[in-house]
Protein backbone atom coordinates (compact mmCIF):
# COMPACT_ATOMS: atom_id res chain seq x y z
CA UNK A 1 0.00 0.00 0.00
CA UNK A 2 1.55 3.42 -0.86
CA UNK A 3 -0.11 6.61 0.94
CA UNK A 4 -0.34 9.49 -1.32
CA UNK A 5 -0.24 13.14 0.23
CA UNK A 6 -1.51 16.60 -1.18
CA UNK A 7 1.45 18.40 -2.03
CA UNK A 8 1.85 21.22 0.48
CA UNK A 9 -0.72 19.84 2.83
CA UNK A 10 1.62 19.28 5.93
CA UNK A 11 3.16 22.45 5.13
CA UNK A 12 -0.35 24.49 4.99
CA UNK A 13 -1.11 22.71 8.19
CA UNK A 14 1.65 23.31 10.32
CA UNK A 15 1.03 27.10 9.25
CA UNK A 16 -2.44 27.21 10.84
CA UNK A 17 -1.13 25.40 13.96
CA UNK A 18 1.75 27.58 14.33
CA UNK A 19 -0.53 30.51 13.93
CA UNK A 20 -3.25 29.18 16.56
CA UNK A 21 -0.07 28.49 19.30
CA UNK A 22 1.29 31.79 19.08
CA UNK A 23 -2.29 32.87 19.50
CA UNK A 24 -2.73 30.83 22.98
CA UNK A 25 0.52 31.71 24.17
CA UNK A 26 0.00 35.93 23.93
CA UNK A 27 -2.95 35.84 26.47
CA UNK A 28 -1.00 33.79 29.00
CA UNK A 29 2.26 36.19 28.45
CA UNK A 30 0.42 39.18 29.44
CA UNK A 31 -1.73 37.25 32.33
CA UNK A 32 1.50 35.89 33.77
CA UNK A 33 3.50 39.38 33.47
CA UNK A 34 0.26 40.98 35.67
CA UNK A 35 0.49 38.20 38.31
CA UNK A 36 4.36 38.29 38.42
CA UNK A 37 4.22 42.19 39.12
CA UNK A 38 1.39 41.84 41.41
CA UNK A 39 3.02 39.41 43.25
CA UNK A 40 6.50 40.80 43.58
CA UNK A 41 4.49 44.02 45.22
CA UNK A 42 2.47 42.23 47.31
CA UNK A 43 5.54 40.58 48.93
CA UNK A 44 8.07 43.48 49.09
CA UNK A 45 5.20 45.97 51.39
CA UNK A 46 6.93 46.36 54.08
CA UNK A 47 6.47 44.68 57.05
CA UNK A 48 5.10 47.46 58.71
CA UNK A 49 2.54 48.14 56.61
CA UNK A 50 1.32 44.66 56.16
CA UNK A 51 0.69 44.93 59.97
CA UNK A 52 -1.16 47.75 59.96
CA UNK A 53 -2.87 46.35 57.33
CA UNK A 54 -3.78 43.19 59.60
CA UNK A 55 -4.83 45.36 62.35
CA UNK A 56 -7.39 47.08 60.22
CA UNK A 57 -8.76 44.75 58.16
CA UNK A 58 -11.89 44.10 57.68
CA UNK A 59 -11.91 40.50 58.73
CA UNK A 60 -9.18 40.58 61.75
CA UNK A 61 -8.07 37.69 63.85
CA UNK A 62 -10.06 34.65 63.39
CA UNK A 63 -12.55 36.51 60.82
CA UNK A 64 -9.88 37.06 58.52
CA UNK A 65 -9.01 33.08 58.81
CA UNK A 66 -12.53 31.93 58.01
CA UNK A 67 -12.60 34.58 55.03
CA UNK A 68 -9.48 33.33 53.69
CA UNK A 69 -10.88 29.52 53.91
CA UNK A 70 -13.34 30.54 51.66
CA UNK A 71 -12.58 32.76 49.46
CA UNK A 72 -9.52 30.06 48.29
CA UNK A 73 -12.33 27.45 48.42
CA UNK A 74 -14.48 29.75 45.52
CA UNK A 75 -11.52 30.11 43.71
CA UNK A 76 -10.97 26.88 43.34
CA UNK A 77 -14.57 26.22 42.63
CA UNK A 78 -13.82 28.51 39.64
CA UNK A 79 -10.80 27.10 38.50
CA UNK A 80 -12.57 23.71 38.62
CA UNK A 81 -15.94 24.84 36.88
CA UNK A 82 -13.70 26.64 34.17
CA UNK A 83 -11.00 23.38 33.47
CA UNK A 84 -14.05 20.76 33.28
CA UNK A 85 -17.34 22.96 32.16
CA UNK A 86 -16.13 26.05 30.16
CA UNK A 87 -12.86 25.01 28.27
CA UNK A 88 -13.36 21.70 27.15
CA UNK A 89 -13.56 20.43 23.49
CA UNK A 90 -16.73 18.97 23.92
CA UNK A 91 -18.39 21.99 24.79
CA UNK A 92 -17.15 24.26 22.28
CA UNK A 93 -18.00 21.71 19.40
CA UNK A 94 -21.73 21.53 20.79
CA UNK A 95 -21.79 25.82 20.78
CA UNK A 96 -20.38 26.41 17.63
CA UNK A 97 -21.51 23.04 16.32
CA UNK A 98 -20.91 22.69 12.18
CA UNK A 99 -20.63 26.42 11.92
CA UNK A 100 -16.59 25.96 12.74
CA UNK A 101 -16.07 24.52 9.59
CA UNK A 102 -18.01 27.19 7.52
CA UNK A 103 -16.16 30.13 9.58
CA UNK A 104 -12.93 31.32 7.85
CA UNK A 105 -12.06 33.23 11.01
CA UNK A 106 -11.51 29.95 13.14
CA UNK A 107 -8.44 31.46 14.37
CA UNK A 108 -10.30 34.48 16.34
CA UNK A 109 -12.24 31.47 18.18
CA UNK A 110 -8.89 30.00 18.99
CA UNK A 111 -8.22 33.03 20.17
CA UNK A 112 -11.06 33.48 22.65
CA UNK A 113 -10.48 30.60 24.17
CA UNK A 114 -7.01 31.78 24.96
CA UNK A 115 -8.31 34.62 26.34
CA UNK A 116 -11.05 33.57 28.18
CA UNK A 117 -8.79 31.22 29.97
CA UNK A 118 -6.06 33.50 30.91
CA UNK A 119 -9.32 35.67 32.07
CA UNK A 120 -10.01 32.95 34.52
CA UNK A 121 -6.39 32.98 35.80
CA UNK A 122 -6.84 36.73 36.53
CA UNK A 123 -10.40 35.95 38.30
CA UNK A 124 -7.85 33.63 40.41
CA UNK A 125 -5.36 36.59 40.92
CA UNK A 126 -8.33 39.15 42.25
CA UNK A 127 -9.77 36.31 44.47
CA UNK A 128 -5.87 36.21 45.84
CA UNK A 129 -5.73 40.03 46.05
CA UNK A 130 -9.20 40.91 47.78
CA UNK A 131 -8.26 38.24 50.04
CA UNK A 132 -4.84 40.17 51.18
CA UNK A 133 -6.74 43.27 51.37
CA UNK A 134 -9.48 41.91 53.44
CA UNK A 135 -7.66 39.99 56.06
CA UNK A 136 -3.95 41.41 55.80
CA UNK A 137 -2.73 37.71 55.75
CA UNK A 138 0.38 38.34 53.07
CA UNK A 139 1.01 34.51 53.79
CA UNK A 140 -2.51 33.26 52.91
CA UNK A 141 -1.55 34.79 49.60
CA UNK A 142 0.69 31.95 48.67
CA UNK A 143 -2.16 29.22 48.48
CA UNK A 144 -3.63 31.50 46.05
CA UNK A 145 -0.26 31.99 44.06
CA UNK A 146 0.02 28.34 43.74
CA UNK A 147 -3.67 27.95 43.04
CA UNK A 148 -2.83 30.58 39.95
CA UNK A 149 0.55 28.52 38.45
CA UNK A 150 -1.67 25.32 38.86
CA UNK A 151 -4.41 26.64 37.07
CA UNK A 152 -2.12 28.50 34.45
CA UNK A 153 -0.70 25.39 33.34
CA UNK A 154 -3.83 23.38 33.05
CA UNK A 155 -6.02 26.09 31.11
CA UNK A 156 -2.66 26.50 28.74
CA UNK A 157 -3.09 23.22 27.90
CA UNK A 158 -6.91 23.12 27.52
CA UNK A 159 -6.24 26.13 25.62
CA UNK A 160 -3.73 23.97 23.36
CA UNK A 161 -6.77 20.74 22.92
CA UNK A 162 -8.24 23.66 21.40
CA UNK A 163 -6.59 25.04 19.31
CA UNK A 164 -5.41 21.62 17.78
CA UNK A 165 -8.77 20.93 17.43
CA UNK A 166 -9.89 23.76 15.50
CA UNK A 167 -6.57 23.44 13.41
CA UNK A 168 -8.15 19.65 12.33
CA UNK A 169 -11.77 20.95 11.13
CA UNK A 170 -11.67 20.84 7.54
CA UNK A 171 -10.71 24.09 6.00
CA UNK A 172 -13.73 26.14 4.11
CA UNK A 173 -13.93 25.54 0.49
CA UNK A 174 -12.94 29.18 -1.12
CA UNK A 175 -15.91 31.84 -2.54
CA UNK A 176 -17.18 31.08 -5.78
CA UNK A 177 -17.06 34.42 -7.57
CA UNK A 178 -20.28 35.50 -9.12
CA UNK A 179 -20.49 34.38 -13.32
CA UNK A 180 -19.60 38.34 -14.05
CA UNK A 181 -16.49 38.11 -11.89
CA UNK A 182 -14.90 34.61 -13.51
CA UNK A 183 -14.37 35.84 -17.19
CA UNK A 184 -16.55 33.38 -18.77
CA UNK A 185 -16.54 33.41 -22.10
CA UNK A 186 -19.81 32.63 -22.80
CA UNK A 187 -21.31 34.71 -20.25
CA UNK A 188 -24.43 37.47 -21.09
CA UNK A 189 -25.46 40.03 -19.33
CA UNK A 190 -28.59 39.74 -18.83
CA UNK A 191 -29.85 42.96 -20.13
CA UNK A 192 -27.94 41.86 -23.61
CA UNK A 193 -29.65 38.75 -23.33
CA UNK A 194 -32.60 40.31 -25.08
CA UNK A 195 -30.70 42.45 -27.82
CA UNK A 196 -29.36 39.61 -29.43
CA UNK A 197 -31.27 37.19 -32.19
CA UNK A 198 -33.30 34.87 -31.24
CA UNK A 199 -32.69 31.28 -30.97
CA UNK A 200 -32.53 29.06 -34.06
CA UNK A 201 -31.76 32.31 -36.15
CA UNK A 202 -29.38 32.06 -38.88
CA UNK A 203 -26.32 33.89 -38.05
CA UNK A 204 -25.32 37.45 -40.12
Known amino acids: MHSFTVPGAAAVYARVMDDLVTRRRIPFVVVG ?3 AVVAVAIFRLPELFVSGLRRDAML ?59 GMVGLTLAYGVATFVLTGLRAGFWAFLALIVAQGLWYYR ?3 DAARWLGRRPAPPAPLKPAWERGDADYTPPLARGLGPPPGAPAA
Open 33 to 35: TVV
Open 60 to 118: PGSSGIWGFRILLVVAVGQVLFGGYRVLRTERLAAIEGERISSDPRRDRLASTVAWVAA
Open 158 to 160: LAG
